[in-house]
């Protein structure tokens, strides 16, 4: 993702949905990137399961300050799990996030030429790993790889986005939210649109 599709999707979504261009107008544009911190991402992603945004960065600020800038699987996967608790993860997450560093020291997982994998393949790849689900993988395709069409339908962030921009009684399931993508033509774009429905809970 860069500058110029970031624009072109911006003039899509203003023209195929005025919910959404109303959001656009009033937030700053969009800072969709791509980055290549793979494994310090998956780590952050998994330790932000089912938490607020402040708790999850909390967490993680304890965890890489403890570990440093230079986060490595080999380091994570021989820190105790009881040690791992001491930074706020959960028993279930210190395991996850041990399982992803073993699966990467073993080459059962690799982030080799992983840019130039499809989305499916990426998903596929991932889930493997125990506590990575199609949440932490579309959090890790829009936020790390910067891919443009993703539709994180799981996400509560993004069903309490919908329901309070598009004026729903309840929060929509993810069947509700691929038809509103679909009505509203946010394809090819679906994480710039996914990236203002987060912004609008902050305007």
């Known amino acids: 993702m860069n500058s110029l599709e970031i624009r072109n999707g911006i003039n899509h979504l203003n023209d195929s949905d005025p919910v959404l261009k109303r959001i656009i107008s009033h937030a700053q544009l969009c800072s969709l990137k791509p980055r290549k911190n793979y494994y310090p991402s998956l780590i952050q992603s998994i330790i932000s399961q089912q938490l607020s945004v402040k708790a999850g960065e909390s967490i993680y600020k304890q965890f890489s300050a403890y570990f440093g800038k230079n986060v490595s699987p080999v380091h994570v996967a021989a820190t105790p799990v009881e040690k791992l608790r001491e930074f706020g993860l959960s028993?279930?997450?210190?395991?996850?996030?041990?399982?992803?560093?073993?699966?990467?020291?073993?080459?059962?997982?690799?982030?080799?030429?992983?840019?130039?994998?499809?989305?499916?393949?990426?998903?596929?790849?991932?889930?493997?790993?125990?506590?990575?689900?199609?949440?932490?993988?579309?959090?890790?395709?829009?936020?790390?790889?910067?891919?443009?069409?993703?539709?994180?339908?799981?996400?509560?962030?993004?069903?309490?986005?919908?329901?309070?921009?598009?004026?729903?009684?309840?929060?929509?399931?993810?069947?509700?939210?691929?038809?509103?993508?679909?009505?509203?033509?946010?394809?090819?774009?679906?994480?710039?649109?996914?990236?203002?429905?987060w912004m609008s809970l902050e305007l």
């Open 91 to 197: 028993n279930a997450k210190a395991i996850y996030v041990k399982d992803l560093s073993e699966k990467i020291l073993s080459n059962q997982l690799s982030f080799k030429n992983i840019s130039k994998k499809s989305n499916d393949e990426i998903i596929d790849e991932l889930t493997k790993v125990k506590g990575i689900g199609v949440w932490t993988t579309h959090m890790f395709l829009i936020f790390t790889l910067g891919r443009l069409d993703v539709l994180p339908v799981g996400d509560l962030g993004i069903k309490n986005a919908i329901k309070k921009n598009y004026r729903l009684k309840e929060l929509p399931n993810e069947s509700q939210i691929a038809a509103l993508c679909k009505k509203k033509k946010w394809k090819p774009y679906q994480s710039i649109a996914s990236w203002y429905l």
